[in-house]
């Protein structure tokens, strides 16, 4: 049963920063495609990041320089470094796993405000 957990949200100033962290189990974890999505209120869910299970990696434009992804197979975890953060990365961050189908975590609150 494949779970993903994510932690490290909360409350930033804007220029800030976050390192967002995602735990998985019950898998394969080096095979799969790990990503972060976001949800900003009101609005779809959006690809951030993701790293394929050989280590290629793509960033949204709109994170690209700021944050970035790593992976720890070795402990079952992905990582997201956020630097400078904006208002506009005010989201619910939500971690993927791919492989044959989605997995999905519960989702962690970032809130970028003064």
């Known amino acids: 049963q494949v779970q993903l957990v994510e932690s490290g949200g909360g409350l930033v100033q804007p220029g800030g920063s976050l390192k967002l962290s995602c735990a998985a189990s019950?898998?394969?974890?080096?095979?799969?495609?790990m990503g972060w999505y976001r949800q900003p209120p009101g609005k779809q869910r959006e690809l951030v990041a993701f790293i394929t299970s050989g280590g290629t990696i793509h960033y949204a434009d709109s994170v690209k320089d700021r944050f970035t992804i790593s992976r720890d197979n070795a402990e079952k975890k992905v990582y997201l470094q956020m630097n400078r953060l904006k208002p506009e990365d005010t989201a619910v961050y939500y971690c993927?796993?791919?492989?044959?189908?989605?997995?999905w975590g519960q989702g962690t609150q970032v809130t970028v405000s003064s």
């Open positions: 993927n796993a791919l492989r044959t189908r989605d997995y």
């Open positions: 019950g898998m394969a974890f080096s095979i799969y495609q």
